[in-house]
Structure formats: structure tokens, C-alpha cells
Nanobody
Framework: QVRLVESGGGLVQAGGSLRLSCEVSGRSFSSYSMAWIRQAPGKEREFVAGITWSAGKSYADSVKGRFTISRDNARDTMYLQMNSLKPEDTAVYLC????????????????WGQGTQVTVSS
């Protein structure tokens, strides 16, 4: 059983920063590819960033240059550093995982967290 728990969300003004964390319990975190997916009210889920088990990274065009995804295998944790936040970044941010494989906008994810709310005020 793989359990994902997100933290670090909150309310921030436009231009501010937040760092999200996703702690994974279960075995072999280093063999999982991971991603951040977000969902705004009334909208479909949107891929934000992914990192493979071998640390390859991908980003949505809307966050390139502002967000950085990373992982710490010693801590079984994935991070999303979000800088220069915009009101349109407001959403519930969920982390997702799958055994190895790609980590892009077309990946099918096997495990999901409950999400953490990010609200950016203008």
C-alpha cells in the first residue's frame, strides 16, 4: 500500500512563494515516478510538473521558469517550489505516483494524495 500526504499549501499574495511537500509511505520510494497535478474549481485536473524515478523532470508550459520539482529519496519526499505565484495558480494541488515509467502530462497515475489548497490573492 502506498500512501501520499501533501502539505505546505496556504494563502499567499501574487508574486509570493510557497513550497509544497508530498511524503510517501510504503516501500521503494526511489522507484516511483511522481507528479504534481492541480485542480481549480470547475476545471479539469491539470498536470503541473513531474519527476521520474531517475530524476528526469517535465513541466507544464504555464509554470516553466516559476516552479521547480525535486525529490529527496532519503526522506521519501517530493517537493514543489513555487515562485512568482499568480492568481491563476489557485487550486488544490495533488501529488501522484506510479511505479517507474514516465512522468508527463499523459501519464496514468496509480496513487493519489488528498491534496493541499493553494490560494493566490491579487
Amino acid at each position: 500500500q502506498v500512501r501520499l500526504v501533501e502539505s505546505g499549501g496556504g494563502l499567499v499574495q501574487a508574486g509570493g512563494s510557497l513550497r509544497l511537500s508530498c511524503e510517501v509511505s510504503g516501500r521503494s520510494f526511489s522507484s516511483y515516478s511522481m507528479a504534481w497535478i492541480r485542480q481549480a474549481p470547475g476545471k479539469e485536473r491539470e498536470f503541473v510538473a513531474g519527476i521520474t524515478w531517475s530524476a528526469g523532470k517535465s513541466y507544464a508550459d504555464s509554470v516553466k521558469g516559476r516552479f521547480t520539482i525535486s525529490r529527496d529519496n532519503a526522506r521519501d519526499t517530493m517537493y514543489l517550489q513555487m515562485n512568482s505565484l499568480k492568481p491563476e495558480d489557485t487550486a488544490v494541488y495533488l501529488c501522484a505516483a506510479r511505479w517507474r515509467g514516465a512522468a508527463t502530462d499523459t501519464t496514468t497515475w496509480a496513487y493519489w494524495g488528498q491534496g493541499t489548497q493553494v490560494t493566490v490573492s491579487s
